[in-house]
């Protein structure tokens, strides 16, 4: 399917009915959620693998994963009424790849998260610490909040935080600025930032602290291979 074909398919995904301003609920463009998953596939990394959306939301990321030809895809969400969305979304799109919706907190994800999977070896698991993995390539893609509100400052690095316990590789959606942080994380855990882009989002206007009706953001995206 070429990125074009995906981002039309995409453009059916609901987005959130009532967005929280403090979970920072923006919907993910399908544009650019179909150019983060079609370099993903490209590089490998998703087909025949276990893709993990971190902080769900309406399934935007985890549904253009799950076209792709992965496994499995698990999208976790704090929120109860976005993962309703998703599980509609999945019929709208219409994939056959398995995917699960499981309400959890990022920070402390319910997934068997395993320091060191080398020591896994002995027991017949190399990789992933999450049920089915197995051998299979552990790949993270997510659009985390990006702190934007004093109470959710530096929300994005409990995102990474999990990323680099459970990933072999991942892709992340940042605001612009962000790629000294992110590069400095990743080398403290052993990781490389290999691949960069940058792109441009709209974000309607949803909350009523919001003084235009629509606003550009610029974006960047990193893919990073951890050391798991």
Known sequence: MRKTALA???AVVAGFESPQAGLEQYPTPPELAAHLIHIADLLDDIEDGIVI????GTGMLALGAALRGPAAVLG???DGGALGIARENRRRVGTTTPVAWVRGDVARPPLEVREDRSAAA???TERGSTPGATDRLVTVVMNPPFGAQKANEHADRAFLE???RVADVSYSVHNRGSREFVEAFVADEGG????GFRAEISLPRQFDFHGEEKRDLDVEVFRVAWSN
């Open 8 to 10: 039309q398919q995409l």
């Open 53 to 56: 959306d971190l902080g769900t």
């Open 76 to 78: 976790i969400d704090i």
């Open 122 to 124: 002995g027991n017949g």
């Open 162 to 164: 999990t990323t680099a």
């Open 192 to 195: 490389e930032v290999t691949q």
